[in-house]
């Protein structure tokens, strides 16, 4: 099921978990069925009957989805990391204005971001991987606490061999 928000932003409206990956033992990634169009550095409002509701930022998007990667925290957190594919949660939004990708065109950027403080940026510099020349230059600095809590790793390497990244590990 892909649920729409086109009508009502601030009505839930339930959506299929397609996948989750887990990122590192309390920090998973979840791909939700959606045609929601969020801008990057948007985010939802992630719902559990029975559990309540989170803010969430989306960490990426395309067509029919988006992902969420979710910190195991808390009462909502905890009932969401017991969710497989096919389960159903309860979305709305997006919320919050998203980065100025037009302000940034032609500019050089630095991305400096830390934890999962990583996850609102990730899909701005998924976006500027694939739109190299809309930027005249994009730097990251990214930090975690520990090697164990690194987040997307797959995609800080493929950025290290396009961005002038410094990881940190402190």
């Not at 991305?111 to 990730?122: H, M, R």
């Not at 998924?126 to 790793?153: M, Q, S």
């Amino acid at each position: 099921m892909i649920a729409s928000q086109v009508a009502n932003p601030y009505l839930p409206v339930p959506v299929q978990v397609l996948a989750i990956q887990p990122q590192t033992p309390v920090d998973y990634t979840f791909k939700l069925a959606t045609d929601i169009e969020p801008a990057w550095g948007q985010f939802v409002e992630l719902s559990l009957p029975g559990f309540g509701e989170a803010p969430i930022s989306v960490s990426d998007a395309g067509p029919g989805y988006i992902e969420l990667t979710i910190r195991r925290v808390g009462q909502v957190t905890t009932a969401l990391h017991r969710l497989k594919p096919g389960d159903t949660v309860y979305l709305r939004g997006p919320y919050g204005s998203g980065f100025p990708r037009d302000e940034f065109a032609g500019h050089q950027l630095v991305v400096a971001a830390g934890g999962t403080g990583v996850a609102p940026v990730k899909g701005l510099i998924n976006y500027y991987a694939g739109h190299p020349g809309e930027l005249a230059g994009l730097n990251l600095l990214l930090g975690f606490k520990t090697p164990a809590d690194i987040l997307f790793r797959t995609d800080i390497e493929r950025w290290q061999g396009l961005f002038p990244t410094i990881l940190t590990v402190d």
